[in-house]
């Protein structure tokens, strides 16, 4: 797969899609107001994965292209939806890895 996503960090010459826009589905922004409801700039070649996570409610809290390196294409969602997101994308998009948050406070053991 050849990427050619502009990294909003890292821009390279060879770089020339732009991200994809998204709105936030209405289960992700419960109480948020729809004038204050954020675009989401995702990267055009993993757009339709996330969509599909969104689709079938995973939150995704970041996600990266790779920007050329194939093996670096990534989502981060929340520990607890990790399977649901693997199951997911082995049916969109087997080549993503999946990444996930874990809160753990201050004093708190595992």
């Known amino acids: 797969m050849t990427c050619l996503c502009i990294s909003y960090n890292q821009p390279q010459p060879w770089q020339t899609d732009q991200g994809r826009a998204m709105v936030p589905p209405d289960w992700a922004m419960m109480g948020v107001a729809d004038n204050a409801r954020p675009v989401i ?3 055009a070649c993993i757009a339709d994965a ?3 996570l969104w689709d079938a409610g995973v939150w ?4 990266c292209c790779g920007h050329g390196d194939p093996a670096s294409r990534t ?4 520990r607890g939806d ?3 997101a693997r199951d997911v994308l082995d049916r ?3 080549t993503i890895r999946i990444g996930a948050w874990e809160m753990i406070l201050d004093g708190e053991s595992r």
Do not use: E, L, P
């Not at 995704?60 to 996600?63: C, I, V």
């Not at 989502?75 to 929340?78: E, K, L, M, R």
């Open 41 to 43: 700039n995702v990267d």
């Open 50 to 52: 996330v969509q599909a």
């Open 60 to 63: 995704t809290t970041g996600s």
């Open 75 to 78: 989502v981060i969602v929340d």
């Open 82 to 84: 990790r399977r649901k």
């Open 92 to 94: 969109v998009d087997k």
